[in-house]
């Protein structure tokens, strides 16, 4: 069972900035891919952005250019640069880590997005 330490959500006006990290550990497989999915109330789980082992990123169209997914020097780490939040923004972010037996889910940590 893999174990997630999500960080970084909050409040914030739009236009603001915010900073998800997330670190998962416990894998008995190699993580090929991590990336955070987004659901916000009434609405499905969604792609924000993915980052594979060999650096290629994905990104949803309603993010590009807005926020930048990257990978920290510790093993299985990532973090979610967010600018120039919108309102539409606000939803739980869940981190996710795919390997090639499955697919584990963080706990979400809540952003939204409101003056």
């Known amino acids: 069972q893999v174990q997630f330490v999500e960080s970084g959500g909050g409040l914030v006006q739009p236009g603001g900035s915010l900073r998800l990290s997330c670190a998962a550990s416990?894998?008995?497989?190699?993580?090929?891919?991590m990336g955070w999915y987004r659901q916000a109330p009434g609405k499905q789980r969604e792609l924000v952005a993915q980052?594979?082992?060999?650096?290629?990123?994905n990104y949803a169209d309603s993010v590009k250019g807005r926020f930048t997914i990257s990978r920290g020097n510790a093993k299985n780490t990532v973090f979610l640069q967010m600018n120039s939040l919108k309102p539409e923004d606000t939803a739980v972010y869940y981190c996710?880590?795919?390997?090639?037996?499955?697919?584990?889910w963080g706990q979400g940590t809540q952003v939204t997005v409101s003056s």
């Open positions: 980052i594979t082992d060999i650096g290629r990123t």
């Open positions: 416990g894998s008995s497989f190699s993580i090929n891919a």
């Open positions: 996710n880590a795919l390997t090639i037996v499955a697919n584990y």
